[in-house]
């Protein structure tokens, strides 16, 4: 069991920068991928971004390529997404999630464990 806890969130101006964190507890935090996922009103839940247990893979999606950045710390059992030049189209609750592979994966489906989700908005 790995119990996930987002912080960071609130409202930018358009051209500003957040840092999301994800606090895991729970089992082994670097045996998980980590990915961070975004739910904008009234739209379906997407992928942001992912990183490999080791840290050295990351991957993102087109949207944020080039403006958003993950890390993870293992031995502080964190993920982080750094998220700089946000735009109004960023706006959402941002979740960060678990799975346990060591392979990348794009899709809902295959992360476990999730947070609670943090909101983000970005005002024009």
């Known amino acids: 069991q790995v119990q996930l806890v987002e912080s960071g969130g609130g409202l930018v101006q358009a051209g500003g920068s957040l840092s999301l964190s994800c606090a895991a507890s729970?089992?082994?935090?670097?045996?998980?991928?980590m990915g961070w996922f975004r739910q904008a009103p009234g739209k379906e839940r997407e992928f942001v971004a992912c990183?490999?247990?080791?840290?050295?893979?990351?991957y993102y999606s087109n949207s944020v390529k080039g403006r958003f950045t993950i890390s993870r710390d293992n031995a502080k059992n964190t993920v982080y997404l750094q998220m700089n030049s946000l735009k109004p189209e960023d706006t959402a609750v941002y979740y960060c999630?678990?799975?346990?592979?060591?392979?990348?994966?794009?899709?809902?489906?295959?992360?476990?464990?999730w947070g609670q989700g943090t909101q983000v908005t970005v005002s024009s």
């Open positions: 729970g089992r082994t935090f670097s045996s998980y991928t």
């Open positions: 999630a678990a799975r346990d592979s060591n392979w990348a994966s794009f899709e809902l489906k295959d992360y476990t464990y």
């Open positions: 990183i490999r247990r080791s840290g050295g893979n990351t």
